[in-house]
C-alpha cells in the first residue's frame, strides 16, 4: 500500500511537471532594435534578430516558453521590467550599480566597449583633445544609456561640454553627420556598424570603458532563476560563444 502510494505521488508529480511545462506560455522581452548586432531588423524587414535576440530564444526554447520580442525605446526598458510589462530586458544592456538598485541582471554573457565616432577627417585623438584645442566638446548619445552616463558625468557635468540626447544610437550618427556634434559615445559593435553604414565616419582608437552586459529582470520576478540557470548552462556548454561569432565574426572582434 505504502509502496503504491508512492508511485501514485511519483506519478503525480511527474504529471504535473509536465502540466507545468505547458502552461509555461509565453516571455516577454523588451529591446531597442536600433542596435545592431545585438539586435536590429531581419532581412524580412519585420524579426528581430541580433545577439540578444538569439540567446533569449535558445533560453526560451531550453525552458518551454515563447518568446516576444518587443521594440521599445532603450530607457523605457527598466521601468516596463519593474512594471512587469515585459518579463526581461536584453538590449546590450550594460550592468551598472545604478540600475542594480532598480533591476536585477543576470549572468554577463558580453562584453561591451564604449568607443567615440568623429568625422573621419578629424585628427584629434580623443574627447580631452576636442576639449583642449575647442574649449568645450558637443557629444551626441542614445539617452539613458552609459554612453550618456558618462558623457554626462565626465563632460557636461564638469563644464567641459553639452551633451545631445537621442532616442537611438543612428540618430546621435545621423546629427554627428550633419556637424552638429564633435563626437557620439555609443558602444563598439553598433559603432562599427553605424561608421561601416555612413559615410566620412571613424572610431578613435582608444577606447573609453569597458563594461559587461546582462539581461535586465525584475527583482520579484518569479522566472528570473530559471532563466539565468538555463543561461548559464548555455554559456558553458559554448552555444552563448557560438551565437555571438556568428555576428561579430572573430577577427573584428576586439
Ligand atoms: N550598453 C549601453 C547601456 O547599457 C547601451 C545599450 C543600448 O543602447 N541598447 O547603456
Known amino acids: 500500500m505504502k509502496k503504491f502510494f508512492a508511485m501514485l505521488i511519483a506519478a503525480m508529480m511527474i504529471l504535473?511537471?509536465?502540466?507545468?511545462?505547458?502552461?509555461?506560455?509565453?516571455?516577454?522581452m523588451c529591446t531597442n532594435a536600433q542596435f545592431p548586432p545585438y539586435e536590429f531588423y531581419g532581412d524580412d524587414g519585420e524579426t528581430i534578430v541580433g545577439i540578444d535576440a538569439?540567446?533569449?530564444?535558445a533560453i526560451c526554447e531550453k525552458l518551454g516558453y515563447e518568446l516576444e520580442i518587443k521594440d521599445i525605446d532603450f530607457d523605457a526598458c527598466i521601468p516596463g521590467v519593474n512594471t512587469h510589462k515585459y518579463d526581461f530586458a536584453a538590449a546590450g544592456m550594460t550592468v551598472t550599480d545604478e540600475r542594480k538598485e532598480q533591476v536585477q541582471f543576470t549572468d554577463?554573457?558580453?562584453?561591451?566597449?564604449?568607443v567615440i565616432i568623429v568625422p573621419e577627417d578629424s585628427e584629434y585623438e580623443s574627447?580631452?583633445?576636442?576639449?583642449?584645442?575647442?574649449?568645450?566638446?558637443?557629444?551626441?548619445?542614445?539617452?539613458?544609456?552609459?554612453?550618456?552616463?558618462?558623457?554626462?558625468w565626465d563632460y557636461e557635468d564638469e563644464g567641459l561640454g553639452t551633451v545631445d540626447r537621442f532616442k537611438s544610437g543612428g540618430a546621435a550618427v545621423a546629427s554627428l553627420q550633419a556637424g552638429k556634434e564633435d563626437c557620439v559615445m555609443i558602444d563598439s559593435e553598433p559603432a562599427k556598424n553605424f561608421v561601416a553604414q555612413n559615410e566620412g565616419?571613424?572610431?578613435?582608437?582608444?577606447?573609453?570603458?569597458?563594461?559587461?552586459?546582462?539581461?535586465a529582470f525584475a527583482k520579484d520576478s518569479e522566472v528570473y532563476e530559471a532563466f539565468n540557470a538555463a543561461l548559464a548552462e548555455l554559456i558553458e556548454d559554448g552555444t552563448v560563444q557560438a551565437i555571438i561569432d556568428q555576428y561579430i565574426p572573430a577577427e573584428a572582434a576586439e
Do not use: C, H
Not at 538569439?54 to 530564444?57: H, L, V
Not at 554577463?108 to 564604449?114: D, F
Open 108 to 114: 554577463t554573457y558580453a562584453t561591451g566597449i564604449q
Open 54 to 57: 538569439d540567446i533569449a530564444r
Open 127 to 152: 574627447i580631452d583633445d576636442i576639449v583642449a584645442d575647442k574649449g568645450s566638446v558637443k557629444i551626441g548619445v542614445q539617452q539613458a544609456t552609459t554612453g550618456d552616463l558618462y558623457s554626462t
Open 16 to 28: 504535473s511537471a509536465f502540466a507545468a511545462l505547458a502552461e509555461n506560455g509565453t516571455l516577454t
Open 201 to 215: 565616419l571613424k572610431i578613435l582608437e582608444a577606447p573609453y570603458t569597458t563594461e559587461d552586459y546582462a539581461m
